[in-house]
């Protein structure tokens, strides 16, 4: 029978939860006593404060990321017939959100380091597409796409930029945060991520106020008059209690980030003293400030590796071993292994360790010490 040395899990919401409980369990029994639950002062204070987060002049909430992102080509009037080029290698929502508002996703491969768009492939793909109305990078794991050169060439097409910075609340491209930069900025509270609700949750940012005023009335099937609608919208409203926890939790937000980020050093400096045949994430001299809502090593023989992490009591998480173009729901595109030969790679190699704010120097040096087992 193996002994389990020591159970680091990939993610344990319960200590954190401890750490606010009493606050939050105040701001719910508010909000259940007050019997105001949709929308209301607790989604509009935590909407002030997300834009002033984001340093964007607005943000409007909604129900969960992927209807952030929904909404945001909605506002930008993407529709069928129309491309939009984005990674191959993001959670299914990204691809998803363009699909549902009768687009079609098209790809352009990614970079090895950063896990996120390649703009010289983009430029490539860009050129090949004139029917490409809008570009979605990814800001994939914490870390800012390349935005300078994205923005270019969406100026030089006269196209929008939607950043999907799902992962990325609080991160930085050249000292500009997440969200601030494209048109639109679409984030997700799911309960993972740095900022994550009791549920689902996600909000939009822009600093375009007829944007703003637009994405507004579509998260309440396009109605800025009650019962009049000016636009086919949905129904993607923030709850009133999401909102309320995540105002509680907001204060902590760059206290948990810097906890990751220094775990994310830590591992960086155990990892590279080992000999062994893994590459741990480098943040890129223009991610200011990256966020490490995950920390994902490259590593061969990844899935072994990943059984053996399992068997010591360690969590990880493959993010994503499938990428989006090889998709079956995404078959009808044509696509083929070896059509996008880095995000394929690094499906095979990819694995995301431990890396929240509440783990200890010993469960680093653990998931170390078991990694290195595994090559030894
Ligand atoms: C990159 C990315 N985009 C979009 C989403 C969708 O967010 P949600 O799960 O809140 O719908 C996620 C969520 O995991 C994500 O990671």
């Not at 009808?332 to 704010?357: I, M």
Request: with cysteine; glycine share 8%.
């Amino acid at each position: 029978m193996t002994v389990i040395a020591r159970k680091v899990p990939l993610l344990d919401l319960q200590v954190q939860h401890r750490q606010i409980r009493d606050a939050v369990l105040k701001e719910v029994i508010r909000v259940v006593d007050s019997q105001k639950f949709i929308l209301g002062e607790d989604v509009k204070k935590l909407e002030e404060e997300i834009a002033a987060y984001c340093s964007c002049k607005y943000a409007v909430g909604c129900a969960n990321g992927s209807d952030a992102l929904v909404l945001a080509l909605m506002a930008l009037d993407i529709r069928p017939g129309d491309e939009v080029l984005t990674t191959p290698y993001s959670f299914f929502a990204t691809a998803g959100a363009i699909s549902r508002v009768g687009a079609t996703p098209v790809f352009a491969d990614v970079d090895e380091q950063t896990f996120n768009i390649d703009v010289d492939r983009m430029k490539q793909v860009l050129a090949a597409h004139p029917h490409v109305r809008a570009i979605l990078p990814v800001h994939l794991f914490g870390g800012c796409a390349d935005m300078d050169p994205i923005v270019a060439m969406a100026h030089e097409r006269g196209i929008p930029v939607v950043e999907d910075a799902a992962q990325a609340i609080g991160s930085e491209y050249k000292g500009r945060r997440a969200g601030s930069i494209g048109q639109i900025g679409c984030f997700s509270f799911f309960p993972s991520k740095n900022l994550g609700g009791y549920g689902d949750g996600g909000i939009v940012t822009t600093n375009d106020a007829a944007l703003a005023e637009r994405l507004s009335a579509l998260r309440t099937h396009g109605s800025k008059k009650k019962y009049f609608h000016e636009w086919i919208g949905f129904n993607s409203r923030l709850d009133a209690l999401q909102a309320a926890v995540l105002r509680v939790k907001l204060p902590h937000l760059d206290s948990w980030s810097q906890g990751r980020q220094k775990n994310a050093d830590r591992y960086r400096a155990r990892l590279a003293s080992l000999s062994i045949p893994v590459t741990a994430a480098k943040a890129a001299s223009y991610q200011t400030r990256h966020i490490y809502n995950q920390f994902v090593i490259r590593a061969e023989r990844r899935d072994a590796l990943q059984a053996h992490l399992k068997d010591q009591g360690v969590g990880s998480e493959v993010y994503y071993p499938q990428p989006l173009h090889l998709q079956p729901c995404y078959a009808f595109l044509g696509h083929r292994a070896g059509d996008f030969p880095v995000s394929e790679k690094l499906a095979a190699e990819s694995l995301a360790l431990p890396v929240h704010s509440d783990l200890a120097r010993e469960d680093i040096d653990y998931v170390c010490q078991t990694i290195q087992g595994f090559y030894a």
